[in-house]
């Protein structure tokens, strides 16, 4: 059989509408019209009055060669190749329009190789020994073709001609201009490739290409013989690129799992590149087209600690249940009173640990996993860009824009200054677009702790830290005369860090004073003066009546920010660090002093494991936990910093004599919250719930363009209690001045809480704080739930909200709430 499956579908429909008046003359009858016409003219009447429309198509989809045996299958077997064609034709008049007709022609052809990978393990019988140890070369394997392979095709083409109707009118002659015929059409040429090549087990490459091309065809109708040897000669030349995207991905699972002391590390690395090129406007091919890269790097790491005990005795005895039997034995004493020798040892028994050795054991192995991901993504968009793209997006003859930018990497100005000495780079006078690039960098870790059954500590640190930078790259001389600038760099972005700041958390805070802390910070600025002009060789190290040095004043954002840092952590001013003053790269963070901290989640749930406890509460629960970070976004660069001497200190001063540092920060933010600080949950036997949690917060936000700093805190007390009385169909719940016993559920709950929230501003050098918001709020809320039927829910309620403002205006208000609520389901 010849096995060849040849899918075709093929339709025609012709729609015809006629109007019951002429067109034209909207007071004659059509059929009068045409009555009184003569000869051919009653045909000219009736098609220029009448809506036609015919659409003609058929279509043959994915023609293939089926395979008729069972062999796997062959790079160069025919079956892997495809075959589809569509034709589309539509034609259409109607009294405006005279003439439109469309015509679609798309064709393709593909091919597509899938297969299972075979991998080639060429150590396997070479080594003999049977040990984990010569595992990761035992294993070692290689799969030498790749598992995909596929091509496709795709070529569309579009001819569409309209022509509007020249409508008579009765005794006006005919214009002498007749209306020009309008096209629509394209010629269009796509290629897609896809590989897939899982090189070993544990790493594979994919690689994915699109190439968008167009066909230039002549203006008008292809009606002359030059017209059509210009489009065949366009057409095997694939015709002109208008887009390439191209992305590689490479994956690696590290092989830690055949080395028997990382075993319990679980690591895969990621790294994905993008290149994208976009063709120049027809209008504007002197500036260039442009490119774009990406690349993104991505590590995971997960650490099992408990595999790394389970290789112990020891501690895989101290997670098991003492054993009271075999201590008593080990006890045993003989008529002398000395202790008896044990007769037997089995070497695979597990120890027996004591009480403090229990103790300690679960202290050493509390550390259960960690996880980390970490994660850089990188951006670069280059206009201006002269040559144009082969195959992997590369001109081989001229070498541009390399491999290296293809596949990531992230030019720099030497990158630049040297493309545009090669010709890459347009030269043109009415060149104005920026280059760009982007970075981004996360961190995410979390560990868990359990230093014994049922306390678990979650312990987590974030840092994200993104930055955004452009300029202008462009031939300054008149009638590109080759001199290239590097003109405005700017340069933006972001940073974020989990971090501690609770030393200062619990100091006594009056929103209408200023603060010791405050204090200290003010007082920090002199000491990270000093610091500062000892460390900048540009600075003369002269210090001013008022104790601070030149280059360095009292509100210079060098100073104010590590002074806030140091003051508000309850760090050292000497030792805090200082940002950074340079901006090498992109990856270049002027933050990276400032490390992340963790924030921590704790609960323990283990006091109901006491027979006492356990005869009155199913479940009591405490829990405690801590949320901080600190956050500097929004910064940007200063367009007047200068490094004279390239010695990474700015040594330009603004007209207040501060050193004008590289990046400006407009506002650091540190935000805390204990949340709980403490909280107990309880379920007591009776079915009767309880919670109970105090929390604290607190947000510190300083602006360095008016030097104020905003701290709002916030103080809460919640209890929550509620209690479930089941209903019984027999004798049922009995209540106070009720006759009728209930027979369902009643739920009994009452939520009480109080909050303090205050918000103060202080402004530096000044000892006056300002109260700019805040209020105390009490509230209650009493409820009672019954449901009546599976149907019918009824809820008495009572909700009184007391609110006391810190400043004059609103007025103290009380706002209380009493109903009844009928709720009836309909749902089926």
């Known amino acids: 059989k010849a096995a060849i499956s040849i899918p075709f579908y093929a339709s025609y429909s012709q729609t015809i509408s006629s109007p019951k008046y002429d067109p034209y003359d909207q007071d004659v009858k059509l059929k009068d019209k045409i009555a009184a016409a003569s000869g051919s003219a009653k045909d000219s009447i009736r098609k220029e009055a009448e809506d036609f429309t015919s659409i003609k198509t058929f279509?043959?989809?994915?023609?293939?060669?089926?395979?008729?045996n069972n062999k796997k299958p062959q790079i160069w077997?025919?079956?892997?190749?495809?075959?589809?064609y569509s034709y589309f034709k539509q034609e259409k008049h109607n009294p405006l329009i005279q003439n439109d007709e469309v015509t679609r022609h798309r064709g393709g052809i593909g091919y597509n190789f899938n297969t299972s990978p075979k991998y080639f393990e060429p150590f396997r019988k070479l080594i003999k020994l049977r040990t984990r140890w010569l595992d990761f070369i035992k294993e070692f394997n290689i799969n030498p073709r790749p598992s995909l392979l596929s091509f496709r095709a795709d070529i569309n083409r579009q001819f569409g001609a309209t022509r509007a109707r020249e409508v008579p009118i009765p005794g006006v002659p005919p214009s002498p201009y007749a209306i020009p015929e309008t096209y629509d059409k394209y010629f269009t040429f796509d290629r897609i490739y896809n590989m897939r090549w899982d090189i070993t087990k544990s790493m594979n490459i994919d690689f994915t290409a699109t190439n968008n091309a167009r066909i230039d065809e002549p203006a008008g109708r292809l009606n002359t013989k030059a017209k059509k040897d210009t489009v065949k000669t366009n057409f095997w030349k694939f015709g002109r690129n208008t887009l390439y995207n191209q992305r590689a991905t490479f994956s690696y699972n590290l092989p830690t799992g055949k080395i028997p002391l990382l075993s319990w590390i679980n690591a895969t690395a990621n790294y994905e590149a993008g290149y994208r090129w976009i063709g120049a406007s027809r209008l504007a091919v002197d500036l260039g087209n442009t490119i774009e890269n990406s690349q993104s790097r991505q590590l995971n790491g997960q650490f099992d600690f408990t595999r790394i005990y389970s290789l112990f005795k020891f501690f895989r005895a101290i997670g098991l249940p003492r054993n009271k039997d075999l201590a008593d034995q080990q006890q045993q004493k003989d008529s002398t009173g000395k202790k008896q020798k044990a007769k037997i040892k089995d070497p695979n028994a597990l120890p027996n640990p004591g009480t403090i050795a229990r103790v300690f054991g679960k202290l050493i192995t509390s550390l259960k996993s960690i996880n980390v991901n970490y994660n850089e993504t990188f951006n670069t968009r280059l206009p201006g860009f002269l040559d144009s793209t082969k195959s992997l997006g590369n001109n081989w003859k001229s070498g541009a824009p390399g491999l290296g930018f293809i596949f990531g990497q992230q030019p720099d100005s030497n990158w630049l200054n040297n493309a545009a000495q090669k010709g890459w780079i347009t030269r043109s006078e009415n060149f104005n677009y920026l280059f760009q690039q982007n970075y981004t960098q996360t961190l995410a870790a979390d560990a868990r702790v359990e230093p014994f059954r049922d306390f678990v500590i979650d312990v987590?640190?974030?840092k994200s830290f993104s930055k955004n930078y452009n300029e202008l790259f462009k031939d300054t001389l008149p009638g590109g005369g080759g001199r290239f600038q590097h003109l405005n760099p700017y340069s933006n972005g972001g940073f974020d860090i989990t971090y501690i700041a609770m030393k200062t958390?619990?100091?006594?805070?009056?929103?209408?004073?200023?603060?010791?802390?405050?204090?200290?910070?003010?007082a920090n600025r002199v000491i990270l003066s000093k610091r500062l002009s000892d460390a900048n060789p540009y600075a003369t190290k002269v210090q001013g009546a008022d104790g601070y040095y030149e280059g360095y004043s009292r509100y210079a954002q060098d100073v104010l920010i590590p002074a806030f840092i140091a003051a508000y952590t309850g760090k050292?001013?000497?030792?805090?660090k200082l940002l950074g003053q340079t901006n090498g790269n992109i990856r270049t963070n002027p933050f990276k002093g400032l490390i992340p901290m963790p924030n921590w989640k704790i609960n323990y749930n283990g006091l109901t494991s006491i027979p006492a406890m356990a005869k009155i509460f199913t479940n009591f629960s405490l829990s405690h936990g801590y949320t901080g970070n600190l956050s500097m976004n929004g910064y940007n660069s200063a367009l007047n910093f200068e490094d004279r001497f390239r010695l990474l200190w700015p040594s330009f001063q603004n007209k207040e004599g501060n050193f004008i540092p590289y990046f400006l920060v407009p506002n650091v933010t540190i935000h805390e919250e204990f949340a709980p600080l403490f909280g107990v949950d309880m379920l007591f036997v009776n079915q009767m719930s309880a919670k109970v949690e105090y929390k604290k917060s607190r947000t510190l936000s300083l602006s360095l363009v008016d030097y104020q700093l905003s701290e709002m805190r916030s103080t809460e007390y919640s209890i929550r209690a509620g209690w479930r009385k089941r209903g019984k169909k027999e004798g049922g719940i009995k209540l106070p001045f009720v006759k009728k016993k209930l027979t369902n559920d009643l739920n009994l709950s009452l939520d009480i809480t109080y909050r303090d929230d205050a918000t103060a501003n202080?402004?530096?050098?000044?000892d006056a704080?300002?109260?700019?918001?805040?209020?105390?709020?009490w509230f209650i809320n009493p409820a009672i739930d019954y449901v009546l039927s599976n149907r019918v829910n009824i809820r008495f309620y009572f909700e009184q909200r007391r609110v006391k403002s810190y400043i004059s205006n609103p007025p103290p208000s009380v706002v209380t709430r009493a109903g009844l609520q009928l709720r009836i389901s309909l749902a089926q």
């Open 769 to 777: 704080a300002f109260t700019t918001a805040g209020q105390k709020v």
């Open 460 to 462: 987590n640190l974030r």
């Open 77 to 84: 077997d025919i079956s892997n190749l495809d075959f589809s």
């Open 762 to 766: 202080t402004r530096l050098d000044n």
């Open 59 to 68: 279509n043959f989809t994915n023609v293939r060669k089926n395979k008729t």
């Open 505 to 522: 958390l619990f100091t006594d805070f009056n929103p209408t004073k200023v603060s010791a802390t405050f204090k200290q910070f003010e």
């Open 572 to 576: 050292d001013p000497n030792s805090v």
